[in-house]
């Protein structure tokens, strides 16, 4: 267990969270558990979703237990999806396609684009 090294690892997850919030739905993190992982360890990454904005963070077995092990995730993806939403777009769909591109660039990825 290293909570240090992971909480470093911390900000890719936090971008991901930012990266869905723009298009105005709920975000829910799934933790997939690894018999290596500790519980101390799914607790900080699950907290940290929740403290920048995630709307849930479920731990997520079903890979050892099969149907079992995800259903308290199926339980917030309902949840979820009954939380009011404004789906957007990135970009107008006007917009040319080399426009489209440079703005998931810039949005997503935290590029420059290209012209």
Request: glycine letters at 8%; hydrophobic letters at 40%.
């Amino acid at each position: 267990e290293n909570l240090e090294l992971l909480e470093k690892g911390l900000a890719h997850l936090t971008k991901q969270i930012e990266n869905v919030q723009q298009f105005g739905v709920p975000c829910l993190v799934a933790v997939n558990r690894f018999h290596t992982d500790t519980d101390a360890e799914l607790e900080l990454v699950c907290q940290h979703a929740l403290a920048v904005g995630a709307f849930d963070a479920q731990v997520a077995e079903n890979w050892e237990k099969g149907g079992e092990g995800a259903v308290g995730l199926a339980e917030s993806v309902v949840r979820a999806c009954k939380e009011p939403a404004q789906f957007k777009f990135l970009y107008e769909l006007e917009q040319p396609l080399v426009d489209k591109m440079n703005i998931i660039v810039r949005k997503i990825y935290g590029g420059e684009g290209r012209s």
